[in-house]
Structure formats: structure tokens, C-alpha cells
């Protein structure tokens, strides 16, 4: 199991140099200083270029012993793991940035770091990460509840992990089925392009719904993915000036959780029901 890491972990050099040429390629100055800053990065903005100026601030809040530099690091990535946050990018860009991606997850796992469910963890890579995707080859449905039930947990202290934890599940289901049942991926990796793919192949959809009370409750089963999908991004978006943030109480993150866990498990039983006629 990964674990979270110890507060004054550090960040390893060769992820810093790797995260500095990333946002260098992708951020303006102003958008660095109000990621870096939003992150929490210690002190002010160093001077120089944007290669320069990521990889110094990286460097200080490694050297800050007040700091915890893998939570800044978790904060960091949080905008781009997922999903692609820059909407201009397609074709070969598109695919350029999802290479960098991985090159960035290839490097924590050097480096025995996983991104996970908001945060960067420290652990046995080879082991925690194929933890949440066999329990969802397996159809372990104990399991996954019992990994909601961990978000439930980071309610209170911390809602804006919670929520990406809850949301990171639901997308790995869907990621999951695609890769499992052969399915054509969507251009675009978030929440809600991926679950269109899957609800379409297990027949989750309003039109072939007779009941009119069960079309109900499938309508608004689509509006709430679409609104987990852009809570998760809103409330962690750091982009730039322009974009609005938002302060999550718990009682929006337990909506949210518990929102997710109800269609993840929906989209188990479905998928369960379809193997099993197979």
C-alpha cells in the first residue's frame, strides 16, 4: 500500500527539473506564480526565466523546514494529471502533452511516488498501483467501498482531496472498462468523456429507458457526473488569473462522495450484470 509521505519529504531533483521544464512549455510567468503560490511553495517568486524560476522555488521549499514539499508537489499536478487543462492543444499537441504526462509519472515511480487520488504518496509502486485497478477487474465491490470510505475520512480536514479522491475512483472504473471491453477512448481524459463512453456500452441511456421514473433518476445520474467531473476541476484550478476557485466545505464534499460512490457502484452492477450474460 502507498501511504502519505512524511510532511518534510522532499521533492527529488530530477522531478523538479522535469516539472519546471513542463510548466515552462505550457505556463506563463504570471500563471506559474499563481500555481506555485497556490501550492504553497515557500517564499516569494525567484528570479529569472521560467525554467529558473519553477526549479529555485521547488529547491527552497525543499530546504524549508516548515514546508511540506510533496504536498506542493501534489498541488502542482492536480490541474494536469487527469485531464488537460489547456483546451487550444489537439492533434499532436495533445498527444505531445499526454507523453510529457506520463514522462512525469514514469519519474515518480523512479523515484517510489505515485500520484493518487490528490496527492503525491511514497511507497512500493509495483504493489499500490495495481491495488484499485484489480479491485475494479475483479468487481471487489468490499474493496471500493472500502476506498470511498477513505475519502469519507479526509472530509473534515482536507474536502478538496476528498472529492478528487471520489472522483479519481469513478474515472478509473471507467478507464478500466474502456481498456477491459476494448472501447475506442475519448480525445478528451476526463470524468465526463469517459463515462459517455461507458454508460453508452452498458446501455445507460435516456433513450432506450421505458420507465419514466427510471428515466428520471438516469437523467440525473448524467447531470451529477457532469457535476462531480467540474466541481473537481473548479475547486482545484489554478490556471491563471480569471479562473474562480472554490472553498469546499465538507458538507459539499460528503454530496459529492457519496454521489460518486452510489453511480460508481451502479456502473459495477451493470457491468457485472453485462459479463455474466456473456
Known sequence: RYKLSSPNKIIPLSTIALISDFLANYETHASIDTLLMY?????????????????????NTNKDPQASPLNVLSRILEGYIDSCPF???????????????????QNLADNSLVYMNGNVLSGNLNNS??????MIKNLDFISINQEFDRAIINVESSPREAVSASSNILESI?????EQNALTPPNKQDLKALFTVVRKDLNITTDTIE???ILKIISGVLSVVDGISSLRTHASSAHGAGVKTYTLEPRHARLAIHSSHTIALFLLESWNKKTSKQ
Open 174 to 178: 471507467c478507464k478500466i472498462y474502456i
Open 87 to 105: 483546451g487550444y492543444l489537439s492533434g499532436s499537441s495533445l498527444d505531445e502533452y499526454w507523453k510529457n504526462i506520463e514522462k512525469i509519472k
Open 129 to 134: 498501483t495495481k491495488t484499485l485497478e484489480q
Open 39 to 59: 501550492s504553497m511553495a515557500s517564499g516569494e517568486a525567484p528570479v529569472g526565466n521560467k525554467v529558473v524560476k519553477v526549479k529555485q522555488w521547488l529547491m
Open 211 to 213: 420507465d419514466e421514473d
